[in-house]
């Protein structure tokens, strides 16, 4: 069971002392590593009794951690956090319910969802601290420029990022999910349909598909100004309509950047490979370039 299926499963049954203490866990972090047990009556404005009946539960749903050294101390985990995002969510009038999850990946789990009004979006939970630390602030520049970061404040950062990138890129009919909402590390947006370019064998025409993503490519950079930096087969996503959905934007960087020129040919030699060995589509890097940089 995914942190995200423990957050939803665990939502339902919380009550507002319970969410008290995990906001009062969250906003304390940054102070310590694992929040004392005797300094969260007081922060909660609970009693030692009702705060320990809620340490309890909370621990029972799986939703914080607990540290035993020279004292003892608590922590949220990432169903905790993500129960955060949740009644954020909900009380934004954004989210009524789950539904089935559409993607567990690495640094994502995205997840079918409805809102008060019935309509179907999609509610990505930003997972930055599952891969490497290391890793992670090596690749992604908002990070980087930190020294001390925690992975909840990482994941924060890349929900922060992409939703930032897709607000822009949106109203210029960029191949991407409409933004809807953004909290902590979820991004709600418009529903995800299709798959992975990188699952499609084989599909109708290849070379129009590879030209439509090419041309999404270069209006984002025309006029937004900005570079996907971390293209491939696996955020390409083909809906039923053959139509290529453009996904993953939190590390997005400016036509500005120092190395933007050469984020955008890896992204573009990513395609142009990928189609060259999978559907025999022969198109070279330098005129995809060309296209993408010119006009």
């Known amino acids: 069971m995914s942190a995200a299926d ?49 340490l309890t539960r909370l621990n029972k749903f799986k939703l914080i951690y607990r540290w035993t050294g020279p004292y003892k101390g608590y922590a949220l985990n990432t169903a905790g956090y993500d129960c955060l995002a949740i009644n954020t969510l909900v009380k934004a009038g954004i989210l009524e319910a789950f539904g089935k999850p559409l993607g567990v990946g690495k640094e994502a789990d995205v997840y079918d969802a409805l809102t008060p009004d019935n309509k179907r979006i999609a509610v990505k939970f930003h997972r930055l601290g599952r891969t490497s630390f290391r890793q992670t602030r090596r690749v992604r520049g908002y990070v980087a420029e930190r020294r001390h970061i925690s992975w909840l404040y990482q994941s924060r950062l890349g929900a922060e990022k992409e939703f930032e990138a897709l607000k822009l890129l949106y109203p210029h009919r960029v191949a991407v999910p409409k933004p809807i909402y953004q909290n902590r590390h979820t991004v709600a947006m418009s529903m995800i349909e299709g798959a992975e370019l990188a699952e499609y064998k084989e599909m109708p025409n290849p070379q129009k598909t590879l030209h439509e993503v090419l041309s999404n490519i270069r209006r984002a950079l025309k006029n937004v100004g900005i570079i996907h930096a971390d293209l491939s087969e696996y955020n390409v996503l083909i809906k039923p309509n053959w139509h290529p959905l453009i996904i993953d934007w939190p590390q997005y960087v400016s036509r500005e950047h120092p190395n933007a020129e050469q984020l955008l040919e890896r992204d573009i030699k990513n395609l142009v490979r990928f189609f060259q060995r999978k559907y025999r589509v022969q198109t070279k890097l330098k005129d995809a370039l060309d296209y993408v940089q010119t006009g």
């Open 6 to 54: 423990v957050a939803v499963k665990s939502f339902r049954k919380l009550e507002p002392e319970d969410l008290r203490i995990l906001y009062v866990i969250e906003a304390n972090m940054s102070r310590f590593r694992y929040i004392p047990e005797k300094t969260l009556p007081k922060l909660a404005k609970l009693t030692e009794q009702q705060t320990q009946y809620r």
